[in-house]
């Protein structure tokens, strides 16, 4: 089983929808949150960390429970340019991250 | 600042030949990680290093796999024998103190036939 699971998706929404990605962990000791973005064929960037106190960056929001060991990012107003996979990254006691398998969105006109 | 740089972007090779990649990490970052991606199992961790030492190398497959980091400017992974499931996108990146804003090269996406 992966340290880190996320539903593959794909969530096909239209413009302007708001949608919802989860994941779960299963080290109750990691330490550090963060969703990162993968377009196709490229490299993965950081879209944000995750606090505990949960977290916006524009339309991007980020929640952290660590009792439940589950972490969430809902887009709003969802763009065409949303499109790609949003990874759910943990770290531990090291400095290495450990990946889920990202969730696919395509976002529709 | 050119990011981190990897070389080449794709390689295709026969089973059995050697395979070196390389990466240049972002000048003044102490923390340099090797990532291999497939669709199978997604983005996984092979070694990291951290001023040049490597510190942690329990991803890497098997001995077939090797990787070093001879000075901060420069890494390389080595695989030899290649064999067809070694086929994956190799990534390269790298941060400062381990924690913020590790940065990812594009990736050497590689192909053994």
């Known amino acids: 089983r992966k340290e880190v699971e996320q539903d593959p998706g794909p969530f096909n929404v239209p413009e302007g929808a708001t949608v919802a990605f989860n994941c779960t962990y299963s080290n109750s000791a990691s330490q550090s949150f963060f969703w990162y973005r993968q377009d196709c064929r490229k490299e993965p960037k950081l879209l944000m960390s995750v606090y505990s106190s949960g977290n916006e960056d524009g339309r991007f929001t980020a929640q952290l429970n660590r009792a439940s060991q589950y972490i969430s990012l809902l887009i709003r107003d969802s763009k065409l340019s949303d499109s790609a996979t949003y990874l759910c990254?943990?770290?531990?006691?090291?400095?290495?991250?450990?990946f889920g398998k990202g969730t696919s969105l395509l976002v529709t006109p | 600042d050119a990011g981190v740089i990897q070389s080449p972007r794709h390689e295709v090779t026969e089973m059995g030949q050697e395979v070196t990649l390389r990466c240049k990490p972002i000048?003044?970052?102490?923390?340099l990680f090797w990532y291999r991606q497939t669709m199978m199992r997604g983005l996984e961790l092979l070694i990291y290093f951290n001023n040049n030492v490597p510190i942690d190398d329990s991803g890497m497959p098997e001995d077939r796999f090797s990787a070093k980091m001879p000075n901060a400017s420069f890494s390389t992974l080595k695989i030899q024998p290649s064999e067809p499931r070694d086929s994956a996108v190799y990534f390269c990146?790298?941060?400062?103190?381990?924690?913020?804003?590790?940065?990812f090269g594009s990736g050497t996406r590689l192909t053994v036939v």
């Open positions: 000048s003044g970052h102490d923390y």
């Open positions: 990254v943990v770290t531990n006691s090291g400095y290495a991250l450990n």
């Open positions: 990146a790298s941060s400062l103190q381990g924690r913020y804003g590790y940065t």
